[in-house]
């Protein structure tokens, strides 16, 4: 079975940043593109951000040039570097990956709430 494990979440200032981690158990090989979606309170779970094993990327237009993602292929994690937070980022966020086989495997979710 494979895992996701999130990481770095919490509370932050409008104008702050927070870094949310991702780490795969399942080896790279197997991996074909990794992204974080986001749910909102009352809203439907959306995408944020995805990069595929060769390093393209894609993003939600409310998150482009504040938002990037990237991966460490040697430590199978996803990293979501988070600039510029705005109080309409409050959510939570979770991590997915889907295999080179088209399985999709969805971490636990970890909240990021932005107030001051």
């Known amino acids: 079975q494979v895992q996701l494990v999130e990481s770095g979440g919490g509370l932050v200032q409008p104008g702050g940043s927070l870094r949310l981690s991702c780490a795969a158990s399942l080896n790279i090989f197997s991996i074909n593109v990794m992204g974080w979606y986001r749910q909102a309170p009352g809203k439907e779970r959306e995408l944020v951000a995805t990069?595929?094993?060769?390093?393209?990327?894609n993003y939600a237009d409310s998150v482009k040039g504040r938002f990037t993602i990237s991966r460490d292929n040697a430590k199978n994690t996803v990293y979501l570097q988070m600039n510029s937070l705005k109080p309409e980022d409050t959510a939570v966020y979770y991590c997915k990956l889907r295999t080179t086989s088209l399985d999709d495997y969805w971490g636990q979710g970890t909240q990021v709430t932005v107030s001051s």
């Open positions: 990069i595929t094993r060769d390093g393209s990327t």
